[in-house]
Antibody
Framework: QVQLQQWGAGLLKPSETLALTCGVF????????WSWIRQPPGTGLEWIGE???????YYNPSLKSRVIISVDTSKKQFSLKLTSVTAADTAVYYC???????????????WGKGTTVTVSS | QSALTQPPSASGSPGQSVTISCTGT?????????VSWYQQHPGKVPKVIIY???KRPSGVPDRFSGSKSGNTASLTVSGLQTEDEADYYC???????????FGTGTKVTVL
């Protein structure tokens, strides 16, 4: 049974870079996309972007200029970097597996436990 | 692209049914059969309960059902149980770089 374990710094100052990593355990790394999603306090979910084992990435246009998602297939890990953070980036950040049909990976069926990231001076 | 629109709240008594709407546009829900629904209990991780409009993952009770008409998707919870009290989010594939939009969320209360 696949499990996702995520880690990274939880407290940042404005203008710093958020860096999180998610490890995939108990499942093949290929054949899926792997995504990052965030949830600001008391509000809804926002898709940040996703990557596959080949390194093909897709980003939310609203964050694209500040986001880099990368993959290390040898370690079965994928990572998120978000630059120039502000208080508006304070949120719980989740990693998740994206599943679907061969023509479209469309839903997140396995989630990490989430990392609370707070941006404060 | 804006978030999909859901009613902030919905409620029903145990055993009743509740339906949650999720309104998008012709560029997302209206154009693709890739709508999913997520259940999130307070302080917990979201869990997918419906994918590809009306499919249920293994282990999800058949009390949960999904549908779509035009630019609007719907989630129906039949035979409400106390454990169904949670936040529910819809999501749709929106083309354009694999963009996935989430709904604004609906808090379901079991009276």
């Amino acid at each position: 049974q696949v499990q996702l374990q995520q880690w990274g710094a939880g407290l940042l100052k404005p203008s710093e870079t958020l860096a999180l990593t998610c490890g995939v355990f108990g499942e093949s790394f290929s054949g899926y996309y792997w995504s990052w999603i965030r949830q600001p306090p008391g509000t809804g979910l926002e898709w940040i972007g996703e990557i596959n084992h080949s390194g093909t990435t897709y980003y939310n246009p609203s964050l694209k200029s500040r986001v880099i998602i990368s993959v290390d297939t040898s370690k079965k890990q994928f990572s998120l970097k978000l630059t120039s953070v502000t208080a508006a980036d304070t949120a719980v950040y989740y990693c998740a597996r994206v599943s679907g049909t061969p023509s479209q990976f469309s839903y997140m069926d396995v989630w990490g436990k989430g990392t609370t990231v707070t941006v404060s001076s | 692209q804006s978030a999909l629109t859901q009613p902030p709240s919905a409620s029903g008594s145990p055993g009743q049914s509740v339906t949650i709407s999720c309104t998008g546009t012709s560029s997302d829900i209206g154009d693709f059969a890739y709508v999913s629904w997520y259940q999130q209990h307070p302080g917990k991780v979201p869990k997918v309960i419906i994918y590809e409009v009306n499919k249920r993952p293994s282990g999800v009770p058949d009390r949960f059902s999904g549908s779509k008409s035009g630019n609007t998707a719907s989630l129906t919870v039949s035979g409400l149980q106390t454990e169904d009290e949670a936040d529910y989010y819809c999501s749709s594939y929106a083309g354009n770089n694999n963009l996935k939009l989430f709904g604004t969320g609906t808090k379901v209360t079991v009276l």
